[in-house]
């Protein structure tokens, strides 16, 4: 009785094993090919609210228009995490909620800095490429007179937490840069920086309403 | 030639010795004495290069800026196609080279871009990049005074860039030249300043990351593994941030 229990059971596993390998190629590639597409989507439809704002007259009415696209498509929370590196462990949850509540307000500020132009400009996107966690999408920056810019965005769980512009990565560079000034001056100092370069944008001649 | 096989060769040792890190990874052990270097360097930038970049864009027509841009990129294309055939890509240097020849005549001196029409891109290759490509990944920064980012492995290629127009145009080299080079080459670095300047919080740290990462991008003629790429935030956990959307 025992016996015929335990074949039955080996054969149901065997089965249910062998389903799973037969279906888990197929499911996957399934999964892959609607997580490229996500992230194509996603990327897309970020490029898509910049050119609607790059038109729009005035910093903070461009600003306005951006923030929610901005805030709903990028993964500020591992921006953030990864940006200051082992000092995050350090901080108790009302300095990292007023940390990333800065560095969200500074990368809108960023972008409706940037784009602010009324001469045309349009964003292919060339690939999109599936790596071990995630998906880079592949898209150039093309405007006239200009050599296009190459913009690779690095998706994972369906948020971006990366631009690569030409080459340089602006995570790296953020996490450099916050690295450095909170080695030399501390947590407090970062979150006065980040603040004062709000204000920079704000106030800067460009960004005149 | 003795002296310059000697330097290469002490470039070569100084760059095998031990040295922590991954491939490309920033190593700056001389940070204090390059950060004066970049204080002094940046002060005279911004006395001096900068309003002369910016008097010269104000006053210059669009269409001059780019042909004097493209004379001097036209020069670079002979050590290109050198170090395209030193680090084993015989297509690269010989578009490299052909594109010399077509710009330098039919181009009118490199003034405009002919080849391009034809398909032909600049392979922008260099001497520090040959040496990366030969196993000299990873290189100590360096601040030169007055001539920007750089590493041990990059130091020949830094500084023979300012020698380029008086090599290449021999007897024919007249002082104006090498002056309008230097106002040309910081004119157009000056969007990256303008860029520098708004987002960073420390402007040498951002220099310096900057620059590693061109220049890792160079070496793999723009298309670094995406993996690696990915791999540089995988220190990151999952977990924390899952706390923190709750």
């Known amino acids: ?209 | 030639m003795r002296p310059v096989a000697g330097l290469l060769l002490l470039l070569l040792l100084a760059g095998c010795s031990a040295l922590k890190g991954h491939e490309y990874a920033v190593i700056d052990p001389s940070e204090n004495a390059n950060r004066a270097s970049y204080r002094i360097s940046d002060g005279v930038d911004r006395a001096v290069l900068i309003p002369v970049a910016q008097g010269y864009r104000s006053v210059t027509p669009d269409w001059v800026e780019k042909r004097l841009v493209r004379f001097f990129v036209n020069l670079r294309h002979v050590p290109s196609a050198l170090n395209g055939a030193l680090q084993g890509k015989p297509a690269r240097a010989a578009t490299d080279l052909g594109r010399f020849l077509v710009n330098s005549t039919v181009g009118v001196a490199g003034l405009f871009d002919v080849a391009s029409d034809f398909g032909w891109r600049f392979g922008n290759e260099d001497f520090g990049q040959t040496l990366a490509v030969w196993g000299y990944t990873r290189s100590r920064y360096i601040y030169v005074p007055f001539l920007g980012p750089s590493t041990v492995r990059d130091l020949p290629t830094t500084l023979f860039r300012g020698a380029l127009p008086r090599v290449m145009l021999g007897s024919q080299y007249h002082w104006g030249v090498g002056v309008a080079d230097v106002v040309s080459r910081r004119a157009g670095l000056l969007d990256a300043t303008r860029a520098r300047d708004t987002t960073a919080l420390d402007g040498y740290a951002f220099t310096r990351d900057a620059y590693f990462q061109q220049r890792t991008h160079a070496v793999y003629d723009g298309a670094p593994p995406l993996d690696d790429l990915f791999d540089e935030f995988d220190e990151f956990d999952d977990d924390e941030l899952e706390d923190l959307a709750d």
């Open chain 1, 1 to 209: 009785m025992a016996d015929q229990l335990s074949t039955k059971l080996v054969g149901r596993w065997l089965c249910a094993a062998l389903l799973t390998l037969c279906g888990s190629a197929p499911v996957k590639a399934e999964v892959l090919e609607n997580g490229a597409e996500d992230a194509r989507m996603l990327v897309e439809e970020l490029h898509n609210a910049l050119l609607a704002a790059k038109d729009i007259e005035g910093f903070t009415a461009r600003a306005a228009r951006l923030e929610p696209q901005i805030l709903e498509r990028f993964d500020l929370p591992r921006i953030g995490r990864i940006s200051i590196g082992r000092e995050w462990r350090k901080l108790d949850d009302a300095q990292r909620e007023a940390y990333l509540q800065q560095l969200g307000t500074l990368v809108v500020a960023t972008y409706a800095d940037r784009f602010d132009t009324p001469n045309p400009l349009r964003f292919v996107t060339q690939d999109v490429a599936a790596v071990k966690n995630g998906f880079v999408v592949k898209t150039t920056l093309e405007r006239k007179g200009e050599d296009a810019v190459t913009l690779d965005y690095f998706v994972r769980s369906n948020r971006i937490f990366n631009v690569v512009a030409n080459g340089v990565s602006d995570l790296s560079l953020r996490r450099a840069d916050y690295s450095s000034v909170i080695k030399q001056e501390g947590f407090g100092a970062l979150l006065a920086h980040l603040t004062l370069k709000i204000a920079e944008y704000r106030n800067s001649p460009a960004s005149e309403d």
